[in-house]
């Protein structure tokens, strides 16, 4: 299994990104795909997770009202569409997935992507 995470940059307070994350090399149903981030001297903190059907969602709440997460079932790739910045936003952006019970827990998710930059600027 392989995740892909792409969509980091620079950009300014109050703009926006869209992260993508695509996944290979397994029949991906039932699962759990979710976006962490980690920020430098921090512990990596979950963002928000959407379930395999795309009904399920979760978001921190740093985060509520503000991203987006959404999925792609038959290209197999997960979004995350983050509005309004801000520098505590700021962050090295991973994806990752599990199988079975929904959960923020980072330690529960079985595979992860490389993780992509985001910086915003203030």
């Known amino acids: 299994v392989q995740l892909q995470a792409s969509g980091g940059g620079l950009v300014q307070a109050g703009g926006s990104l869209r992260l993508s994350c695509s996944a290979s090399?397994?029949?991906?149903?039932?699962?759990?795909m979710a976006w962490f981030r980690q920020a430098p001297g921090k512990v990596r903190e979950f963002v928000a997770y959407?379930?395999?059907?795309?009904?399920?969602?979760y978001y921190a709440d740093s985060v509520k009202g503000r991203f987006t997460i959404s999925r792609d079932s038959a290209k197999n790739t997960v979004y995350l569409q983050m509005n309004s910045l801000t520098p505590e936003d700021t962050a090295v952006y991973y994806c990752?997935?599990?199988?079975?019970?929904?959960?923020?827990?980072?330690?529960?998710?079985?595979?992860w992507g490389q993780g992509t930059q985001v910086t915003v600027s203030s």
């Open positions: 990752a997935v599990k199988y079975g019970a929904l959960t923020t827990i980072a330690t529960s998710y079985t595979y």
């Open positions: 090399g397994r029949t991906f149903s039932s699962y759990v």
């Open positions: 959407i379930n395999w059907g795309g009904i399920s969602k």
